[in-house]
């Protein structure tokens, strides 16, 4: 199983430009989530997604879209990228939320550069 | 009332020494509580969890320590080796449908040779 996989790896944007990040998972699982890290700030929920089919706003949601395009992948929009948006972005899933030992997988990441 | 205080930002512990990382919480709704453990380029991993019925929980040299009056708790770790050199992070969230965790921000522990 190769987890929660990540594309690209590395991104430079121009302001303005658009671009998707895409996520996948191998495991099942139901609810996937898109978080974006920062120096001093932690992890911080851009959107999840708790079941297929179903997507919702998290703590910073302003100048992203997402979609889940079925149970294994969800995939993380910038209409027009601004420099606030420079960030490593990771991708996790977890089996069911609610679980009484839930747990949270996450990829790889993704370095993106807005210039 | 959402905010998880993690202290400190960073620490330096000498090989062999006790690593210490407290994180707390106003939200009494919080009912999970897990550390997350970041190597460089790499993506967070879950190192160890607890829930509030229990004070403690130690797997090998990684210990929780929960103080649910307080809303606080913190991870040890014993015999600190150079390999344990990563970001820490706690978290906490509810496991009654609101699938989102809360996470600190973090600490760089760095443990010297």
């Known amino acids: 199983n190769a987890g929660v996989t990540q594309t690209p790896k590395f991104q430079v944007l121009k302001t303005g430009q658009s671009m998707t990040l895409q996520c996948a998972q191998d495991?099942?699982?139901?609810?996937m989530y898109w978080y974006r890290q920062d120096p001093g700030m932690g992890l911080r929920l851009i959107y999840y997604?708790?079941?297929?089919?179903?997507?919702d706003k998290g703590e910073v949601p302003n100048g992203y879209n997402v979609s889940r395009l079925n149970k294994r992948e969800f995939s993380l929009r910038l209409e027009s990228a601004a420099p606030s948006q420079t960030s490593v972005y990771f991708c996790?899933?977890?089996?069911?939320?609610?679980?009484?030992?839930?747990?949270?997988?996450f990829g790889p990441g993704t370095r993106l550069l807005v210039l | 009332q959402q905010q998880v205080k993690q202290s400190p930002q960073s620490l330096i512990v000498q090989k062999g020494g006790i690593s210490i990382i407290n994180c707390a919480y106003e939200n009494t709704a919080f009912d999970y509580f897990p550390w997350y453990q970041q190597f460089p380029g790499k993506g967070p991993a879950l190192l160890i969890a607890?829930?509030?019925?229990?004070s403690e929980k130690k797997e090998g040299r990684f210990t929780i320590s929960f103080n649910k009056s307080a809303k606080q708790f913190s991870l040890h770790i014993m015999d600190s080796q150079p390999g344990d050199s990563a970001t820490y992070f706690c978290a906490a969230t509810t496991t009654s449908g609101t699938y989102k965790y809360i996470f600190g921000t973090g600490t760089r522990l760095k443990v010297l040779a």
């Open positions: 495991m099942n699982h139901n609810s």
């Open positions: 996790a899933s977890s089996v069911d939320p609610g679980q009484v030992q839930e747990t949270q997988y």
């Open positions: 607890i829930r509030p019925d229990v």
């Open positions: 997604s708790a079941s297929e089919g179903t997507t």
